[in-house]
């Protein structure tokens, strides 16, 4: 390469401030988790007329998907009420600004959700908060709130109301509401975030003794029986949502930091809040009983922070994944913000990229938040464009869930229409919903090119149409079109294969 052009080049990758960076693990997986939170909380929503927000929405959604997202965490239960259509609970202050107020005109935000991810074939993950009812005690409750109803089921600590976690009532009332959204929605997962037990306010012991008299027998420790009632939860929670449809994922997205060594010798090399003793959450205990499908921990923090360094916290979630999936919560903001320590004109994105993928354990990552990347902060999403998801993911099979295949796809054949040539296919036969294709990967192979699925720069679509628009040129060039199916949790049939001239 010519000087000039090798300085014009660097140059560039400089004022974007990426770099191409080779990890260990594989370059560019065919297979990776690509999420991105939209929350409610922010006030993003609140009051915007109805068509504006769907415009909104549909917006984000288009820079997602064009930035390689597959799925969405999407924040519906904020506060023990809804940006969806409950018969439990009262519409979302979030949403219309008062709570209990229904959206004018009547819309459903959740299903709507559903149905524009699944049009870009992204999962959709409904995101609520189990505990918290309050995020202030200014907050109004609707007359029709459980709170009215139930009184002796919350308790107030500093700023914030909360369901008391040590009541069977508590534990049976949320899982009727996630019975409620996983029975009438097609959802991919529920999600939770690092709520569970309040952060700590200083100088004030949550006041749950009454509770714990009533409750805690055989516990010395209330820590112990603390931890036990989210236990009692999250194992309901998971038996809940298996019973009623076994594909349905159930993810957590703990605190980043699950112990610090000085608390116990298994845990990272940190110092800060910790999820076993703050927060009461034992995400790995979750993880080795299988309670939870997958955990993406918010690693939050740059490479290099004194209290907790972010490459240590990924290394230390990486060694302990209890054999459940793992993704690496990331903050856009933080990680554009700090410069890379080995490359002070750079940010940390080419970095904390060749950290993640360059662990087996660890299959892809979530952005915190979705807005930031959508707004182009840093050129954080060209980063990701151009390099990063660079070519399409399959999300990462679950196959302790489903290890099926479904069949091969039928018929395929290529038909002229006006709209040009289209490939068409049908799908294969299902004896269940677990079995039944949802959607088709079309990969592309010039003439004399070796196939290799596991190539994704040889994806063309990933489609929930049996079809494929075939690019039309000179009726001269030799193509090898392949068609696999995938089922809900993104298991892929065996290939089958057409050569095209187009």
């Not at 479904?406 to 289209?422: F, H, L, N, Q, S």
């Amino acid at each position: 390469m010519k000087l000039k052009n090798y300085l014009l080049l660097l140059a560039l990758l400089l004022a974007v401030g990426v770099r191409a960076q080779v990890p260990s693990g594989n370059k560019y997986p065919k297979r990776e988790f690509r999420g991105a939170w939209i929350q409610a909380v922010n006030s993003q929503f609140r009051g915007i007329p109805t068509e504006r927000l769907k415009q909104i929405l549909i917006s984000q959604l288009n820079s997602l998907q064009g930035a390689g997202i597959n799925a969405i965490i999407f924040q519906v239960r904020p506060e023990a009420d809804a940006l969806y259509a409950s018969q439990y609970e009262p519409w979302s202050r979030f949403l219309t600004g008062t709570q209990g107020q229904t959206p004018s005109p009547m819309w459903d935000p959740m299903q709507f959700m559903i149905e524009e991810c699944q049009k870009r074939n992204m999962e959709f993950h409904a995101w609520i908060n189990p505990y918290r009812v309050k995020t202030s005690l200014k907050n109004e409750l609707a007359p029709e709130h459980i709170y009215h109803q139930h009184p002796e089921w919350f308790i107030t600590y500093g700023d914030q109301l909360y369901f008391d976690p040590a009541l069977p009532e508590s534990r049976e009332y949320i899982c009727k509401i996630v019975t409620d959204i996983v029975s009438r929605y097609d959802v991919d997962a529920i999600h939770m975030d690092d709520y569970f037990y309040p952060y700590p306010v200083k100088g004030l012991d949550f006041p749950d003794d009454a509770s714990f008299a009533r409750y805690g027998g055989g516990f010395t420790s209330k820590a112990d029986w603390r931890r036990s009632n989210v236990n009692v939860l999250i194992k309901k929670l998971h038996e809940t949502i298996r019973g009623i449809k076994p594909w349905v994922k159930f993810g957590i997205s703990p605190f980043g930091i699950y112990r610090n060594q000085k608390s116990d010798p298994l845990g990272s090399n940190t110092n800060g809040l910790q999820n076993y003793d703050d927060l009461y959450a034992d995400v790995l205990h979750w993880a080795r009983e299988g309670w939870i499908d997958y955990n993406i921990p918010q690693i939050y923090w740059q490479i290099g922070h004194k209290a907790a360094d972010y490459e240590t916290l990924v290394k230390w979630w990486a060694t302990h994944s209890e054999n459940r999936p793992l993704f690496i919560g990331q903050s856009v903001p933080n990680t554009i913000q700090h410069a890379d320590p080995q490359n002070p004109s750079i940010n940390q994105l080419p970095r904390k990229m060749a950290l993640q993928r360059a662990y087996q354990t660890i299959g892809g990552s979530c952005q915190w938040y979705a807005a930031a990347v959508v707004e182009n902060q840093g050129r954080y999403r060209d980063a990701l464009v151009s390099e990063y998801h660079k070519y399409p993911a399959l999300i990462p099979v679950f196959d302790f869930m489903d290890n099926k295949a479904p069949g091969k796809v039928r018929k395929m054949k290529k038909v002229w229409t006006e709209d040009g040539y289209i490939l068409f296919w049908t799908a294969p036969k299902a004896e269940t919903e677990m079995d039944k294709a949802v959607q088709y990967v079309v990969y592309r192979f010039s003439g004399k090119e070796k196939v290799n699925l596991d190539d994704p720069s040889h994806i063309v679509a990933i489609t929930r149409n049996p079809f494929y628009k075939l690019p039309y040129e000179t009726g001269k060039t030799k193509y090898r079109y392949v068609v696999t199916a995938l089922d809900r949790l993104h298991n892929e049939s065996k290939s089958v294969s057409k050569k095209l001239k187009l």
